[in-house]
């Protein structure tokens, strides 16, 4: 059976272009809408999708790219690894999948985690001896019929079945010994299975995605991947095998696909471009067609068409046939850059969403096959984009230039901890085991209006300023009734807390409708990050100033850390990611300087991302760290001893960034440890961090609220770990999400865990 693949993408976004599903979702979820209704939704919206790709002139379509909730809980569907927990509350299949997802009162959903170093979160299947594997659902297939109904022969994809168990927990039954790759052959019946069924459909191709390879594996995996390639590779009723890796180079999985019986493979030139010199010593690839990811997947900007079609073209010889592609699934841009209206029209010019990616990979794909000339007018136009951006005025700013070239390494150092604990202790004068929170309080439904009449212009920015500010004074007052030590202004003036500083330093474009799916009916809108990062004028000063001035306890002032900005934004590709993180350094940096200004004696600067932004591979590690901590450093330098810097991270498991927490050389480190029962002192213990330390002592993802008695029984824990001096008590994150009634009770609770516990510290 030949049949090439041309041109194609690997995924596609499936929210809806103006979030169509996430709303359909959230009224079925809501009871305003039957499953008929939901449904209807869906199917229409795969089949504007198969006709959009089809028409736009990709050869190859991907299929089976929809989703209610999530591609990988729709592989364990597919194939049965459904936990009895959920089979016993005797639901539908639609209402079964979403208790996975979202859980129901008597069963906790499944695990959620971020999909590799991307922000989109996938949930985790739970594996274990018990579980057996079947073809239990026939999504695949029915959506496979119902493209070709419409005229569309699409390309099935599905998580690879290493990808899938690799990504697995075994569940709670099985035994320490257990790991969900020792059920690969049951699985591997059950995707034969699969295999089978498409091909009696008519599928020609069918893509099986193992990104995992793009992370380290053991010689054991490597073995797992080329073992279960050959079995699917040796069946005899089957489509045409394309197996994707992406997110990085594949690094030793590439040859153990290439000598496999798969016909195609999927390489992303773009994260892994170092691909592009092993791959043509891969003899085995000769008779395969590699699909050449040169089109940026996960990134917003318009493809260099010259610079891809010339990596294509050195790839002709090694493989069988060269196809072109995303670099991995489209999923991670939004749909359509013509659907922006904010966005000034000089950069719009250089953006390309996921519809304008599929413009250019058919564009890819046509000059591969009749020669340039064929499109010699996208390819000129693609040209002057190009240039036009490299060339901008508004991307590079002289003044942030200088002012990087002038960094020394003492600009990211502050004096020995001992002389700033000493300094922070007498201007500051806290009890012992002080009481604070980590930034946010709740956005109420009434702060959210006030922010939406700004927007539509029903109220002024004097009126605005006003609201934020009673809304201050409101959470300032609350603070101090609840005998909370170090207060914070709640942060009410904060949409986002990226997408915040975003709007407020020059570099960034903000979108009206740039949706990405993050989990579930959940979207974000990363800003843009398109120029030289600076702050024309202080961003947080102003309020953190007012709510100082309402009272005599200190208030922390409330930063977001350079990594964590990039990692929650589209991010330029035209310069490294360290040099950008400088500059996003320096504007943080002017801020906690203007604090310190304003009479505000603590500064936090948060960075949740830290971890996420970690290399998929070890050996990149070092060098990200090394980068990262610098920025951290860079934003908390230059200010007084006296001046006591925070960091919050949203976890506890901090595995090969423990190191780096030490060398962030924060005063004090809230962490999110509620729910690990304060082990992870130990483990800080181990690596010889001596700083102030709050282990989150209740868990603020749940409405619970936590006995005093509990919260006594977690610092006590946290004392045999870390002496008084250094404990802080805080709640596990931010109290944004959460209602006043809840926090009130909590928080209560909290102060009265500390003040029992005080005493005998
Ligand atoms: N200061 C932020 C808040 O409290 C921190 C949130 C976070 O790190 N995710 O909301
Ligand atoms: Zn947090």
């Known amino acids: 059976m030949t049949s090439t693949i041309g041109s194609t993408v690997l995924g596609y976004p499936r929210i809806g272009p103006n979030r169509e599903l996430k709303r359909a979702l959230e009224a079925y979820w809501a009871s305003r809408s039957s499953e008929a209704e939901l449904r209807e939704v869906a199917r ?33 569907v597919t ?50 001896p018990g579980t057996r594997f079947s073809l239990a659902d026939r999504t ?9 109904e419409l005229g569309v022969s699409t390309r099935p994809v599905v998580v690879g079945p290493l990808t ?23 699985l591997l019946d059950a995707y034969a299975e699969l295999l089978r069924e498409l091909r009696r459909a008519g599928a020609q191709w069918v893509q099986l995605d193992e990104p995992a390879f793009a992370a380290d594996r053991s010689p054991a995996e490597l073995e797992a991947l ?50 592009v010199d092993t791959l043509p010593a891969l003899r085995g690839l000769r008779d395969k067609t590699l699909v050449a990811g040169v089109v940026d997947g996960r990134n917003v900007w318009r493809t260099d ?31 359509d850059v013509e659907a922006e209206t904010r966005v000034d029209p000089q950069v719009k010019s250089w953006l390309a969403f996921a519809e304008q990616k599929v413009g250019e990979v058919v564009t890819l794909g046509r000059a591969l096959r009749d020669g340039r000339d064929a499109v010699a007018d996208e390819l000129a136009a693609a040209r002057a984009a190009v240039t036009n951006r490299a060339h901008a005025d508004r991307v590079r700013n002289h003044r942030v230039r200088a002012r990087l070239d002038g960094l020394r390494p003492e600009h990211a150092r502050r004096p020995d901890y001992g002389k700033r604990r000493a300094a922070q202790a007498k201007t500051l004068r806290l009890p012992p085991l002080p009481t604070t929170t980590i930034g946010s309080f709740p956005q109420t439904g009434d702060v959210r209006r006030a922010r939406a009449a700004l927007r539509a212009g029903s109220i002024d920015e004097a009126a605005y300023n006003q609201r934020m500010r009673e809304e201050i004074a409101r ?11 170090v207060l914070v202004h709640g942060e009410p003036e904060r949409n986002d807390m990226v997408q915040y500083f975003a709007e407020h330093m020059e570099g960034f474009v903000a979108t009206d409708n740039g949706w990405v799916q993050s989990y579930g009916s959940r979207c974000v809108r990363p800003p843009i990050l398109f120029g030289d990062v600076w702050r024309p004028e202080a961003i947080t000063s102003g309020w953190a100033a007012y709510a100082q001035h309402l009272t005599d306890k200190p208030v922390k002032g409330m930063l977001t850390g350079p990594v964590t900005i990039l990692a929650w934004s589209f991010v330029r590709d035209d310069q490294p990611l360290a040099v950008t993180a400088k500059q996003v350094a320096l504007a943080i940096r002017d801020e906690a300087h203007d604090l310190e200004a304003a009479g505000i004696r603590m500064v936090q600067v948060d960075e949740p991302a830290l971890r996420e932004l970690l290399p998929l591979r070890a050996v990149q590690h070092k060098r990200y760290l090394d980068w990262a901590v610098e920025a951290f450093r860079l934003a908390t330098s230059g200010i007084a001893d006296s001046t006591q810097v925070h960091t919050h991270l949203c976890y506890s498991e901090f595995g090969d960034v423990i190191n780096a927490i030490v060398a962030l050389d924060a005063d004090v480190t809230s962490i999110e440890a509620a729910r690990s029962r304060m082990e992870v002192l130990d483990d800080l213990n181990a690596v010889g961090f001596a700083r102030g330390v709050g282990p989150g002592v209740y868990d603020i993802h749940s409405p619970r609220v936590p006995e005093p008695q509990e919260v006594a029984d977690l610092l006590r824990a946290a004392l045999e770990a870390v002496p008084a001096e250094r404990l802080w008590v805080n709640p596990d994150c931010g109290l944004k999400t959460r209602g006043y009634a809840e926090i009130e009770a909590a928080l209560t609770n909290m102060v009265a865990a500390a003040e029992t516990v005080r005493p005998m510290a």
């Open 164 to 186: 899938f168990l690799l990504l697995s927990k075994p569940d709670a039954d099985a035994p320490a010994s257990f790991q969900p790759l020792d059920t690969l052959d049951e």
């Open 226 to 275: 080329r073992s279960t390639y050959r079995r699917l590779g040796d069946l005899d009723e089957r489509p045409n095998l394309l197996v994707a890796g992406y997110f990085g180079d594949l690094g030793e999985a590439l040859g153990v696909l290439a000598s496999s019986p798969v016909e195609a493979l999927a390489v992303d030139l773009v994260a892994g471009h170092s691909a």
């Open 140 to 148: 695949p297939v029915e959506q496979y019929r119902e493209a070709r």
């Open 475 to 485: 959470v300032i007052r609350l603070q101090e009734q609840l005998g909370l030590d």
């Open 44 to 76: 229409q919206l795969r089949a504007d999708t198969w006709r959009a790709l089809d028409g736009a002139g990709l050869d190859s379509v991907p299929g089976n790219t929809f989703s209610f909730y999530d591609q990988v809980l729709d592989t364990a």
């Open 79 to 128: 194939f049965g690894a459904v936990p009895p927990r959920y089979v016993d509350l005797g639901l539908n299949s639609l209402d079964t999948y979403f208790a996975m997802a979202r859980g129901v009162e008597s069963a906790p959903p499944l695990e959620m985690t971020k999909w590799f170093d991307t922000n989109y979160h996938y949930l985790v299947p739970e594996i274990g």
């Open 305 to 335: 068409l010259d610079a891809a079609l010339s990596t294509a073209a050195t790839l002709l010889g090694s493989a069988g046939e060269v196809a072109v592609s995303t670099s991995c699934s489209l999923l991670h841009v939004p749909y």
